[in-house]
């Protein structure tokens, strides 16, 4: 049973435009919830991260959405550039069993010119 | 730079010829991860140590194991690969096992092709 699930599996957005990345979890002991980036050939690096007691957080053209009552978080690129053509997974961690990432599907991100 | 280093990048083995890799870390990081992950999947963990301390996780098989020897290095060995075990292996550092805003940092992985 995939605890974390995540859509789309891939996306193709405009240049300038905003790329909008789901994901949605079962188990209330999540957490932290981290997204990686990782390009091909490349490990994943993290991006951004929140806390379940936050609704919203921004860093630079980035910014996660947590909605805790429907157990639902989702990443939106502003902006989105060519060079943010990527592959995005989100993950979620419970503190208390350590440090683990359970990891939603990814998405394939293509940003044309 | 502080990183995760793994060596080699790129791996060729044969059917069933046992295969090391490595990773180390100049973070001084005390939890390090192995994970697979196979085209387009999310990595998937198969073990990590916190210090010494070594930690399977239940489905990895038993064709996977891991040494480290001290904090920067640590070891993946597939005694006997099989054409299942290609994939990209992936080494992450963390340093604590609990602490929010903790979370992996990942080494650039080895992409390992068996024959």
Known sequence: ?113 | DAMVIQNPRYQVTQFGKPVTLSCSQTLNHNVMYWYQQKSSQAPKLLFHYYDKDFNNEADTPDNFQSRRPNTSFCFLDIRSPGLGDAAMYLCATSKTLRERKDTQYFGPGTRLTVL
């Open chain 1, 1 to 113: 049973q995939q605890q974390v699930k995540q859509s789309p599996q891939s996306l193709i957005v405009q240049k300038g435009g905003i790329s909008i990345i789901n994901c949605a979890y079962e188990n209330t002991a999540f957490d932290y919830f981290p997204w990686y980036q990782q390009f091909p050939g490349k490990g994943p690096a993290l991006l951004i991260a929140i806390r379940p007691d936050v609704s919203e957080k921004k860093e630079g053209r980035f910014t996660i959405s947590f909605n805790k009552s429907a157990k639902q978080f989702s990443l939106h690129i502003m902006d989105s550039q060519p060079g943010d053509s990527a592959t995005y997974f989100c993950a979620a961690i419970k503190r208390k069993a350590g440090n683990m990432l359970t990891f939603g599907g990814g998405t394939r991100l293509m940003v044309k010119p």
